[in-house]
């Protein structure tokens, strides 16, 4: 194994900016990974790894996921690939967030009898499992009743309001407990309307898309924002009315409703664990395409980004439900020290896993933040190696695993560290048996080009040979 020391770029000055330090040594190496690969720039997926217009797709823009890809990559994907020949699409994807994958499936313009969708989706997040599975099955069922649903929970919610007459308790979350975030007024009013879908005696799935209307409304009514991996304090937001939200998303979703044609596809959205896929979706079945795009190594938590709607909506009710959400997700952040497992000392890869990582690990900067780093370096590409491993057991012979990942500048100043995930999931997929079948260079996430050309998000195709 070469020696891979510590080496940084030399300080310059630039308009008296703090001067950024960067392993010249580390991306060397990664550029030494991907020397055999074709790396393309590809424009057209730019805005397809990111959620761009899903706000303004019908079903899709029922909850909007910041972390989610572009409803259309799905079509993107499909498209550069020859799963068209095949006589279905069967599609997974282990980590599937909001359900855009498993919805653009079900509502692909190609879908006709002659070309049979069933896609399905695993998610670790209860309340994004709600989401997704939400939407799915409005798509396949058609519910008939939501506007009259609708009506008695405002007629309800108008009583309870105004009686101050509330069923519901506050969730034991600080945040909500807040009066600088949330209101007396506010507080009151949403768990008025909780109290009124609960007590609301209309079909299931209507009451899921209130709930769902309701859970929009949450952030849009507090002087909170989410951005990025944390909620910030937004005190001059403007103050919209939780009726008026609540009435603004559900309009959306009856007119989404009303435009609905409905097909024989079949979606599913299990609550499971991605990296073993095996246990959660049917048993027997086979995919010929897995889409997802994992959590990044970035430090999003993404039960902290979504704890305002898991808490109020019951997904999570104390502090040991919420520490159990989160260490049953992706190692991908160190909000908490997960089991220090290495599946790969068990699944005979060890020696390649550490061989790909050591000299990665070797450029931590070594200053307080370096165990953590260490950990969520093995953590996360353990995950991946064993998803990965997982995930060939589903799939074809010829059947596609397209990944969409960024890569995460860590630190700051002199302390840089670079994990560059697509590369190194592209390796571990080699490990795993796959053939790296193509490497898209969707867009750079850095302009400055501070570390060469590997600050990127990327799709990449990998097939079962
Ligand atoms: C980048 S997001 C996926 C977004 C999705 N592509 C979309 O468009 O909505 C990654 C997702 O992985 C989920 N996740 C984290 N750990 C998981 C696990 N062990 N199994 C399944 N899902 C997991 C997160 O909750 C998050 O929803």
């Not at 939400?134 to 069922?141: D, E, F, G, N, S």
Request: with cysteine; proline share 4%.
């Amino acid at each position: 194994m070469i020696g891979y020391g510590r080496i940084h770029q030399k300080p310059q000055s630039r308009n008296g900016a703090i001067t950024k330090m960067i392993s010249q040594r580390l991306l060397k190496y990664y550029d030494s990974l991907e020397v055999n690969y074709h790396i393309v720039e590809n424009p057209d997926y730019e805005h397809l790894v990111v959620p761009n217009n899903n706000s303004k797709q019908p079903i899709h823009r029922w909850f909007h996921l910041k972390e989610g890809f572009s409803y259309d990559l799905l079509e993107n994907v499909i498209r550069d690939t020859d799963l068209f020949k095949c006589d279905s699409l069967s599609l997974l994807d282990p980590f599937v967030g909001g359900g855009t994958s498993v919805v653009s499936g079900l509502m692909m313009r190609t879908t006709s009898k002659d070309w049979p969708i069933y896609a399905c989706g695993i998610e670790r997040n209860p309340f994004l499992k709600f989401v997704a599975d939400t939407k799915v099955r409005a798509l396949m069922m058609g519910p008939k009743k939501f506007k009259k649903t609708v009506q008695q929970i405002v007629k309800a919610y108008k009583a309870y309001n105004s009686e101050k007459r509330i069923l519901e308790k506050i969730p034991d979350l600080s945040t909500f407990h807040n009066r600088g975030y949330f209101n007396e007024e506010t507080i009151h009013k949403l768990l008025a309307l909780k109290t009124a879908i609960k007590t609301c005696n209309g079909p299931e799935l209507e009451k899921s898309l209130a709930y769902l209307c309701l859970a929009g409304s949450i952030e849009a009514v507090s002087s909170l924002r989410k951005d990025g991996r944390a909620l910030r304090y937004v005190p001059d937001k403007n103050y919209t009315d939780v009726l008026d939200e609540f009435m603004k998303r559900a309009d959306v979703i009856e007119a989404d409703i009303l435009e609905l044609s409905y097909h024989e596809s079949i979606g599913q959205i299990f609550l499971g664990d991605g990296r073993i896929p095996e246990l959660s979706i049917p048993s027997g079945r086979q995919f010929n395409l897995v889409l997802f795009s994992p959590p990044y190594p970035n430090n999003i938590d993404y039960t902290e980004v979504y704890k305002l709607e898991s808490w109020f909506l019951g997904f999570i009710s104390d502090h040991d439900s919420f520490r159990k959400q989160r260490l049953s997700t992706l190692r991908s952040h160190p909000s908490l020290v997960f089991p220090n497992i290495i599946l790969a000392s068990q699944n005979g890869h060890y020696e390649q896993f550490m061989e790909l990582l050591t000299p990665v690990l070797e450029e931590i900067p070594r200053n307080a933040n370096m165990t953590s780093r260490n950990r969520l370096v093995m953590g996360y590409f353990d995950d991946l190696l064993q998803t990965l491993i997982n995930l060939k057991l589903l799939i074809t012979k010829g059947g596609y695993v397209v990944y969409v990942v960024g890569n995460s500048l860590h630190g700051s100043h002199e302390d840089h560290f670079l994990i560059a995930a697509d590369v190194i999931i592209a390796k571990l997929a080699e490990i795993a048996g796959y053939k790296v079948k193509s490497y898209i260079n969707a867009r750079m996430l850095n302009r400055r080009k501070l570390a060469g050309n590997h600050m990127r998000e990327s799709v990449v195709f990998l097939q079962k040979e």
